[in-house]
């Protein structure tokens, strides 16, 4: 049984760090595009960051450019995102992802994704 768990979540300044760490389990993810995405209250779940099995990401340029860096181990089947220069806007629940089809594509799109982890909370205060 597959199971991702996101942590890192939690209160923060505008202006602060966070940085969200998900583990998979279950599966061997080294080859699978990981990714994360967040859905604030009344909103569609957003995409964030994305990165396949071989170090490609792609970001969601409009909202997280140059303030967001995803990243994984391979080895401890864990992607990372690093969230600096905080805004208010960016609070939401952030959940991370994972894609089997790393080989033919680095999707955007939520329902590419064949696993969920439950999501993890994320506040910035003004």
């Known amino acids: 049984q597959v199971h991702m768990v996101e942590s890192g979540g939690g209160l923060v300044q505008t202006g602060g760090s966070l940085r969200l760490s998900c583990e998979a389990s279950?599966?061997?993810?080294?080859?699978?595009?990981m990714g994360w995405f967040r859905q604030a209250p009344g909103k569609e779940r957003e995409f964030v960051a994305a990165?396949?099995?071989?170090?490609?990401?792609?970001y969601n340029v409009d909202s997280v450019k140059g303030r967001f860096t995803i990243s994984r181990d391979n080895a401890k089947n864990t992607v990372y995102l690093q969230m600096d220069s905080l805004k208010p806007e960016d609070t939401a629940v952030y959940y991370c992802?994972?894609?089997?089809?790393?080989?033919?594509?680095?999707?955007?799109?939520?329902?590419?994704?064949?696993?969920w982890g439950q999501g993890t909370q994320v506040t910035v205060s003004s």
């Open positions: 992802a994972a894609d089997r089809h790393s080989l033919v594509r680095l999707s955007t799109t939520p329902r590419d994704y064949d696993w």
């Open positions: 279950g599966r061997t993810f080294t080859t699978y595009t």
């Open positions: 990165m396949r099995w071989n170090g490609g990401a792609t």
